[in-house]
């Protein structure tokens, strides 16, 4: 039996697990997807991003896959510049693309694809966890890396509070080499004059386009059946008329897959650990889309835990110093998603100019 069970295979997961390897410490990475199944969004990942990742993966492979960008361009729905800033080591990259690139590094006996893991209960201070009906197994450490509405969490924190977030996100990714060449390698966010209505573009290679819009729940509706046509139809009726690039780009998109991000955040955070369970990236802190640094502290996460791991200390004592090491940052990015989320939702005359759409410690 491994040392370490590690439930869920994304990008907190994952690092997790390449952290282990690396570090020769006995692991196994449980995922309820299967293993061809990549969708999703993309990332923006700032420098400090970057810099972890390179310690865990060969940075030329993740250049390949996306692009730095150069500048952050704000205007309006007309297409009128409102203000821009140069970003600093800014780079964007699919989902896809990033958990491929994780995934390569793990033995491919160390990770269970179409496993959905379940929590059965504690005994003597190690949780029981459930692989399927005849097979429950207890290890050292649990990381419970399985996203923002882990169900490990909910199991064990019966009594938290999940809110829906007033934003909720249309994303997708398009292969189109003519739209992508009329796009420089910046990142371009067009604003409602009203507020609570974006549209973001961001060029992840010369064919390759990642468009998103950000809109207030309150005031725009999506229709729950989620299908291709009912996205585009959303997005013709309240982007179709912003201005020339946005209209060749809804016109010119296929809505195949196309996501509906429904954002929702603890209303306050658990402990990040219990008993032997331990959690880690969305799972122990849910982070609003606004931060764009969901992935950077996922990385954080694993790369502290290990750290601490490595020490040998009391497993208590261990959780606590990473509770205690990484909670302050997180409360910081948590407080400022919400104030961006704030300015997203007023009048444009009334948002501050020159804010860019990442929490910064
Ligand atoms: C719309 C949107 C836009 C975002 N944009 C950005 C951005 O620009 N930059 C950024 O840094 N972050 C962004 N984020 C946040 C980012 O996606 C996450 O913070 C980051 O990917 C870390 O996720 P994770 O690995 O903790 O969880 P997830 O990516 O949710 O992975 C959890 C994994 O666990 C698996 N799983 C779940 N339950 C079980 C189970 N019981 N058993 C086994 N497996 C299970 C799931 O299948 C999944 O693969 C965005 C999020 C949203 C919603």
């Not at 006995?26 to 997807?33: C, N, P």
């Not at 990714?173 to 992508?180: H, K």
């Not at 409602?192 to 468009?211: A, D, N, Q, R």
């Not at 502290?304 to 910081?332: H, S």
Request: contains cysteine; charged residues 25%.
């Amino acid at each position: 039996m491994s040392k370490v069970a590690i439930i869920g295979a994304g990008v907190s997961g994952l690092s997790m697990a390449n952290y282990l390897e690396k570090n020769n410490i006995d692991y196994h990475l449980y995922e309820r997807r299967t293993q061809n199944d990549l969708k999703g969004h993309g990332f923006i990942l700032p420098k400090e991003g970057i810099e972890h990742l390179s310690s865990i993966i060969d940075i030329n492979d993740l250049y390949k896959k996306g692009s730095f960008l150069k500048k952050y361009i704000h205007y309006n729905q007309a297409g009128e510049i409102m203000s821009e800033k140069d970003l600093d080591d800014v780079f964007v990259v699919s989902r896809s693309a990033l958990i491929e690139i994780l995934a390569n590094e793990i033995p491919s006996d160390k990770i269970s694809y179409q496993t959905t893991i379940g929590l059965k209960g504690f005994e003597n201070g190690k949780a029981n966890i459930e692989i399927d009906e005849n097979n429950v197994i207890q290890a050292d450490i649990v990381v419970a890396s399985d996203g923002s509405r882990s169900r490990i969490r909910r199991k064990i924190f019966q009594d938290e509070t999940m809110r829906a977030v007033l934003e909720n996100e249309v994303v997708n990714i398009i292969e189109n080499e003519e739209l992508a060449s009329q796009i420089e390698s910046n990142f371009l966010k067009f604003h409602h004059e009203k507020g609570g209505l974006t549209f973001g573009v961001l060029k992840l290679s010369p064919k390759k386009i990642l468009w998103y819009c950000q809109f207030d729940i309150t005031k725009y509706f999506i229709n729950e059946d989620y299908t291709a046509d009912c996205i585009r139809q959303f997005m013709i009726e309240n982007f179709g008329n912003w201005n020339e690039l946005i209209t060749s780009i809804i016109e010119g998109s296929s809505y195949e897959n196309a996501h509906i991000w429904r954002v929702y955040e603890l209303e306050k955070l658990n402990p990040f650990y219990h008993e032997n369970v331990v959690f880690i990236g969305d799972s122990a802190h849910p982070l609003i889309p606004f931060t764009s640094q969901g992935v950077t502290s996922a990385l954080k996460d694993s790369f502290t835990l290990t750290q601490l791991l490595k020490e040998g200390n009391d497993l208590q004592e261990t959780f606590r110093r990473y509770e205690e090491e990484r909670r302050p940052e997180i409360d910081i990015h948590i407080n400022n998603g919400r104030i961006l989320l704030n300015q997203f939702l007023l009048p444009l005359s009334e948002q501050p100019k020159n804010t860019l759409p990442i929490s910064y410690k």
